[in-house]
């Protein structure tokens, strides 16, 4: 595989050879956001939706945006080379100060890096997953880099023959380490509400909407472990995995152990969006 050009403080040089200082900020304390934009065809998918969410997280960190929407776009038409499918990974940072020092900057400068990857265009793979106390902080629904606790949430389902861990707090559902969840209750889709202890994933706000344009039932609502271990069905979604069927849940089979109607009838609904947008274009 060539190495992808990577965007990194208004130069384009190779990612193997970006470099940031040991003083960046994220780097020391995790001070920084990110955001992931999948793009089909060299054309980046639901970008508004994405951008807007990297200017919510922006201001919930006390960040102005270093660049406008218009620059946004011209950076990510030069890193989407091919029209192959792609995912861009794009991270601000509060840049450098000259010392290591909780509180912010006087006049910080942001850093600024961002590249894209290919994406497999294949049918998903069933998932395993676990489900586990949810150690995150108060404020998840910033799509921050700090991920330490998601990453061993993660590695605790991948030690366990899993592909992700269902975060549970207060007996409650809240998502995946990396993905929201969706449960298929009684015949009605049930994903948790939006608020501080999850992320509003741009995948998960779609799914609903494909939900309402095809007469799916579904609530967003509180969604207990107690009634996520007896779904029906349970799916996952995220930008770059898109929509994922869980067919075993703390290693007990969910329903026969095989990927559910709806979720083949979501599948393919989403599957049918995204060709419309090319076919737009």
Same mark, same amino acid.
């Given at each position: *595989?060539?190495?992808?050009?990577?965007?990194?403080?208004?130069?384009?040089?190779?990612?193997?050879?970006?470099?940031?200082?040991?003083?960046?900020?994220?780097? %020391?304390?995790?001070?920084?956001?990110?955001?992931?934009?999948?793009?089909?065809?060299?054309? #980046?998918?639901?970008?508004?939706?994405? !951008?807007?969410?990297?200017?919510?997280?922006?201001?919930?960190?006390? *960040?102005?945006?270093?660049?406008?929407?218009?620059? &946004?776009?011209?950076?990510?038409?030069?890193?989407?080379?091919?029209?192959?499918?792609?995912?861009?990974?794009?991270?601000?940072?509060?840049?450098?100060?000259?010392?290591?020092? $909780?509180?912010?900057? =006087?006049?910080?400068?942001?850093?600024?890096?961002? &590249?894209?990857?290919?994406?497999? +265009?294949?049918?998903?793979?069933?998932?395993?997953?676990?489900? $586990?106390?949810?150690?995150?902080?108060? &404020?998840?629904?910033?799509?921050?880099?700090?991920?330490?606790?998601?990453?061993? *949430?993660?590695?605790? =389902?991948?030690?366990?023959?899993?592909?992700?861990?269902?975060?549970?707090?207060?007996? *409650?559902? /809240?998502?995946?380490?990396?993905?929201?969840?969706?449960?298929?209750?009684?015949? /009605?889709?049930? /994903? #948790?509400?939006?608020? #501080?202890? !999850?992320?509003?994933?741009?995948?998960?706000?779609?799914?609903?909407?494909?939900?309402? =344009? +095809?007469?799916?039932?579904?609530?967003?609502?509180?969604?207990?472990?107690?009634?996520?271990?007896?779904?029906?069905?349970?799916?996952?979604?995220?930008?770059?995995?898109? %929509?994922?069927?869980?067919?075993? %849940?703390? $290693?007990?089979?969910?329903?026969?152990?095989?990927?559910?109607?709806?979720?083949?009838?979501?599948?393919?609904?989403?599957?049918?969006?995204?060709?419309?947008?090319? /076919?737009?274009?």
């Amino acid at each position: *595989m060539s190495d992808p050009i990577a965007y990194l403080n208004g130069t384009y040089l190779p990612l193997s050879e970006a470099r940031i200082s040991v003083l960046d900020r994220g780097f %020391l304390f995790g001070d920084g956001v990110y955001e992931v934009i999948p793009a089909y065809g060299g054309t #980046p998918f639901r970008l508004g939706q994405h !951008l807007q969410r990297l200017e919510n997280s922006l201001q919930a960190i006390r *960040m102005e945006p270093p660049l406008d929407r218009n620059q &946004w776009r011209i950076i990510l038409q030069r890193l989407l080379h091919g029209n192959g499918d792609q995912a861009v990974y794009l991270q601000i940072t509060r840049g450098t100060a000259p010392k290591r020092d $909780h509180a912010f900057p =006087a006049s910080p400068q942001a850093t600024v890096v961002a &590249w894209a990857t290919p994406i497999a +265009n294949t049918p998903p793979q069933p998932a395993r997953a676990i489900t $586990h106390p949810d150690i995150r902080w108060q &404020w998840c629904h910033i799509k921050a880099i700090t991920l330490l606790a998601n990453v061993l *949430m993660r590695q605790q =389902a991948v030690d366990e023959g899993c592909q992700e861990a269902i975060l549970v707090r207060d007996d *409650m559902v /809240t998502e995946g380490a990396a993905s929201n969840v969706f449960a298929l209750i009684e015949g /009605t889709l049930v /994903t #948790p509400a939006k608020g #501080p202890h !999850l992320l509003p994933g741009i995948t998960r706000d779609l799914i609903l909407e494909l939900a309402t =344009a +095809n007469d799916i039932p579904y609530e967003e609502r509180n969604l207990s472990a107690a009634e996520l271990a007896s779904a029906s069905e349970i799916w996952l979604s995220s930008s770059t995995r898109e %929509l994922v069927p869980v067919v075993e %849940l703390d $290693h007990q089979p969910v329903s026969d152990g095989e990927p559910g109607p709806l979720w083949q009838r979501m599948y393919d609904i989403f599957q049918h969006y995204k060709r419309s947008l090319a /076919t737009a274009r």
